[in-house]
């Protein structure tokens, strides 16, 4: 993992990690949700992308 503390997006975009913040950012914008949102998906249907974006499609 890179040491750059300015970076933008995620080192594996295949999984959300809820604990970086600069992967919040990203993810909340990419997925078009709020923080509580994202973190309630994370919760809901684990750190996988594809998984948080299967249950985002069912709730919307």
Do not use: C, F
């Amino acid at each position: 993992m890179s040491d750059n503390l300015q970076q933008r997006g995620p080192q594996d975009r295949s999984r959300i990690n809820v604990n970086e913040p600069w992967e919040l950012r990203y993810w909340t914008k990419e997925l078009g949700l709020s923080e509580d949102e994202l973190r309630q998906a994370v919760k809901e249907a684990g750190p996988s992308v594809e998984a948080v974006r299967q249950h985002v499609g069912k709730l919307h």
